[in-house]
């Protein structure tokens, strides 16, 4: 809920409790004096009170502010016009709130008009008999009916002006929150997943540096210190690429790219994973699948896709990469035969949403980045992303892309990760 719906629900509820207040205070007082007819009154004026604060507790705020708008008009109307107590100036009070606190702008109008209506019928009803001789019934209905018109249009600019100003700060504090999430997500991400394996590495190094460590055992860890430093190079370029999404200073560069050849090259560059798992590798894209897509983002979202079904496939598993032509997309599906999750997890983890990071079948950290910039980056490019899995059953990840317009044989200048690839012999 909004701070303007929270504000006009404590307004609605607190307005619902003095009807409550007054009218039990009233028809108390009216009851010990043996006056029937006025507790009928406050009897009435409490029920609208308590079914308004019913409807706003069960979820209907609007209806419950449109029946105690409406409620009240009739309550102070027929109060107003039968015992001539003055009741009636309360219609001001409803034909305000109606215009301040409804959104919809038929129902507002609608209850406004009403007690306006009604303010002026009591008004013009009820005048002492001295001012008939004084301003006759019309024009003094006509001043009535002015000053309505001139309360209803002040209060209309000042809603709409109050309206603006909480609108214009609602969106200040959310971008303000979303600017603060950003901040400690980066910071826990250099904290955690930085540190360590930089760490690991200086350690490291100076012990060889000072001779506590030997040559033969340094290359004994230098297995382990090339996955830190792969997982740290990894980690450093989601980071520019999330913190450029996060700045809103990123934009996509319209590139041919021939799919298979983007997928080798991410394969080639981040396989020290595969290799120590054992994992089977397959790249059955054809080769004319081009797309139109960024080539830096490509390899981004393919490096992010790759890394993450390595992360959850067990050793001995397999990763493979298919794409298949539908209509004016390649449609890109990276599978992996690992730990899977439940289908509800899988249809929201490329939503914007929050999605914790878990670890993978050797206990890999992830760095809760990956997901949101290959979702970021794939909608920047005007394609779409989802998966498909099961429980022990692996993953399935579809990435539609757009498919790049047939190339002509004299055409040298398709790309390749944003890179032009050589012209094709003849």
Same mark, same amino acid.
């Given at each position: 809920m909004s701070f303007v719906e929270r504000s006009r629900l404590a307004a609605q509820n607190a307005g619902a409790w003095l009807m409550l207040g007054f009218g039990l205070l009233f028809l108390i007082l009216n009851a010990l004096q043996g006056s029937v007819a006025f507790v009928g009154i406050?009897? !009435?004026?409490? $029920?609208? @009170?308590? #079914? $308004?604060?019913w409807l706003a507790s069960a979820g209907f705020q609007r209806t419950a502010l449109t029946f105690m708008s409406a409620g009240s008009c009739l309550v102070f109307f027929f109060? @107003?016009?039968?015992? =001539?107590? @003055?009741? /009636? +100036?309360?219609? #001001?009070?409803t034909l305000s709130a109606s215009l301040l606190m409804l959104d919809r702008t038929g129902t507002r109008w609608a209850l406004a008009g009403l007690n306006g209506a009604a303010f002026l019928y009591a008004k013009v009803l009820i005048q002492d008999g001295p001012m008939d001789s004084i301003t006759p019934p019309l024009r003094y209905g006509l001043n009535i009916l002015l000053f309505l018109l001139a309360l209803a249009g002040i209060i209309e600019f000042f809603r709409v002006l109050n309206s603006d100003y909480l609108q214009t700060l609602e969106? !200040?504090? %959310? &971008? #303000?929150?979303e600017a603060n999430h950003a901040k400690e997500k980066l910071f826990s991400v250099i904290a955690h997943d930085l540190r360590g394996p930089v760490g690991n590495l200086k350690s490291s190094l100076d012990m060889l540096g000072s001779g506590a460590l030997a040559p033969g055992e340094f290359e004994a860890l230098v297995q382990d210190l090339a996955a830190d430093v792969e997982k740290s190079h990894v980690c450093l370029e989601n980071l520019l690429c999330w913190s450029a999404t996060q700045l809103g200073g990123i934009t996509a560069k319209a590139e041919v790219v021939p799919l298979r050849e983007a997928v080798e090259e991410v394969t080639h560059l981040s396989g020290f994973a595969m290799n120590r798992k054992n994992l089977q590798y397959s790249n059955t894209i054809p080769e004319e699948a081009r797309v139109v897509f960024d080539g830096a983002q490509v390899q981004a979202v393919l490096r992010n896709l790759l890394s993450n079904a390595v992360k959850f496939t067990p050793s001995g598993g397999k990763v493979s990469? /298919?794409? =298949? %032509? /539908? +209509?004016?997309?390649w449609i890109l599906s990276v599978t992996d035969t690992g730990v899977g999750m439940s289908p509800e997890k899988a249809a929201t983890i490329f939503k914007h949403q929050e999605v914790a990071s878990t670890l993978g079948t050797e206990s890999e950290k992830g760095f809760g980045l990956g997901l949101d910039i290959c979702r970021e980056f794939v909608l920047l490019n005007g394609g779409k992303i989802?998966?498909? $899995?099961?429980? $022990?059953? @692996?993953? &399935?990840?579809f990435v539609r892309l757009r498919a790049a317009q047939e190339a002509s044989p004299n055409d040298n200048h398709v790309l390749i990760a944003g890179m032009p690839a050589p012209a094709p012999s003849v």
């Open positions: 406050n009897s !009435a004026f409490i $029920s609208v @009170g308590a #079914l $308004s604060l109060a @107003g016009v039968w015992f =001539r107590n @003055g009741m /009636e +100036n309360f219609l #001001l009070v969106t !200040a504090n %959310r &971008k #303000l929150a990469f /298919e794409a =298949r %032509r /539908e +209509n004016d997309q989802d998966a498909e $899995s099961a429980p $022990s059953q @692996g993953t &399935k990840v």
